[in-house]
């Protein structure tokens, strides 16, 4: 049995992709131009840039 | 969680994702610029565009469009009609040889107002032809297509059992941690946990989506069977309406669109297609709203009459076909919708690549610990905590 703390560190923040992915994927489905298509460009962008900046940018310090 | 269910989900994840890589890298690339599809077509100078006319300019009788489309190809009948979708003032009328399904059709595009022949585009050759036969079928038809199905929902099954490899490869890491400085091959496995892990839900609507749209051709059948047969049980033993004596079009369109106020026409399937009957022109008509733009009301006319026969209901299993299509073409929120869908997409081909990158890698990386021994952190890549829970170091190779 993992103890409970190890949960958040290890899935938040896929979680909160998945969360923003699904709302971004759900409004634009109910908009046409207007505020919906805005918020399904900014909470599918998050993780499209989260991509971006940890898997191409970001660089981590070596350890000693 | 214990070691031997590791090797279990890791032996799930390997063969789910290496069966479908090929294939899904496939989809991948051929989606790509079917995303931009229609941006293509205008750079290609493909599209068709209407002469200027002044607004509010009347349209002709659809009769009088149908017969020129059918002067330019007396040997064939038309199947299908519709306006385009973004031009009120253009129809396109599909010419093949005989009502049923067929890769062999004609195009012809008619000015609404003038009935004049604008274009026939050829929808059937080129590249994004060869994109979208590529894409949707491998040119092999409906059993193409429910092969790439079965290939959709063996990437589920990798995006699930790799969800489960997640945690014991990245308890001792933080998030989008990518170790670049290690050997290449962690620095692949690391790139592939982290671009899998954040467009997970992304990919699991596109997959999903994708493999419920395979089964389009299947669900049509169905939805004949199951609602549309009842309907023609007064028309039983009758052949198809033969041109001659079919009634207006242009009427049998008024009288369906009064059915159905506060819609616009999607496209007109005429006796003896797929869509219809063979006694009855369909008029699929579609919402005004955004969402139930998406969504289509059929109104059966009978085509000697030009009476309204039925107007059902759309069943829910055509409704989720409907509603799922726009999830996985990524074409409904705007070109940075349509960007994003694309970085996206160049995500996936990465998560893919990077796993078979792991796989071939496989024989050359340090085996996989024992579970009784010390822990071997020297490598630097397996995490310092008991082995009892150790993770296999990689998704795809291990556990063969």
Known sequence: MKPRHLFWPLWGWPIAMGVLTCIGLVSALFSDGGFGDMLAWLTLGIPTAVCFWFGWVRRIEQRP | ?400
């Open chain 2, 1 to 400: 969680m214990s070691n031997r269910t590791i090797k279990t989900w890791a032996w799930v994840h390997k063969w789910s994702s290496l069966i479908c890589t090929v294939f899904m890298l496939l989809l991948c690339l051929t989606g790509l610029p079917l995303i931009f599809h229609h941006e293509i077509g205008h750079l290609l100078g493909t599209e068709v565009e209407t002469p200027k006319m002044a607004p509010g300019t009347p349209h002709a009788s659809l009769d009088k469009v149908l017969e020129v489309a059918r002067a330019q190809h007396p040997d064939r009948v038309v199947q299908f009609a519709s306006k385009d979708e973004d031009d009120d003032n253009l129809w396109f009328v599909t010419m093949t040889p005989t009502p049923d399904p067929t890769e062999d059709f004609r195009s012809v595009a008619i000015d609404a107002r003038t009935a004049e022949v604008l274009a026939q585009p050829r929808f059937d050759e080129g590249f994004m032809y060869v994109m979208f036969k590529l894409h949707v079928d491998l040119f092999a038809g409906l059993p193409g297509k429910l092969f790439l199905g079965f290939m959709g929902l063996l990437l589920l099954v990798a995006i699930v059992s790799g969800v489960v490899l997640y945690a014991p490869f990245m308890r001792k890491l933080d998030f989008g941690t990518v170790r670049r400085d290690r050997r290449t091959r962690l620095k692949w496995l690391d790139l592939h946990n982290l671009l899998g892990v954040v467009t997970l839900v992304w990919l699991f609507v596109v997959g999903a989506t994708g493999m419920i749209n395979t089964w389009a051709d299947l669900v049509i059948k169905y939805w004949q069977y199951d609602q549309l047969s009842a309907l023609m049980v007064p028309y039983q033993g009758q052949p198809t309406v033969p041109v001659a004596e079919r009634g207006s079009v242009q009427r049998s369109m008024e009288v369906a669109q009064a059915q159905a106020p506060h819609t616009k026409l999607s496209f007109i399937a005429f006796p003896g297609t797929a869509f219809s009957s063979p006694h009855h022109t369909t008029f699929f008509l579609k919402g005004n709203e955004p969402f139930t733009s998406k969504l289509l009301q059929p109104v059966l006319v009978d085509a000697k009459t030009a009476e309204v026969t039925a107007a059902p209901q759309l069943p829910w299993y055509l409704t989720a076909l409907l509603v799922s299509q726009p999830l996985h073409f990524g074409d409904y929120g705007g070109m940075p919708m349509q960007i994003i869908w694309a970085l996206l997409d160049i995500a996936t081909i990465i998560v893919l690549g990077s796993g078979l990158y792991l796989w071939l890698k496989k024989g050359k990386t340090v085996p996989v610990p024992d579970p009784r021994s010390k822990p071997e952190t020297e490598t630097g890549e397996v995490p310092a905590r008991p082995l009892s829970d150790q993770p296999v170091e990689q998704p795809l190779g291990t556990a063969s």
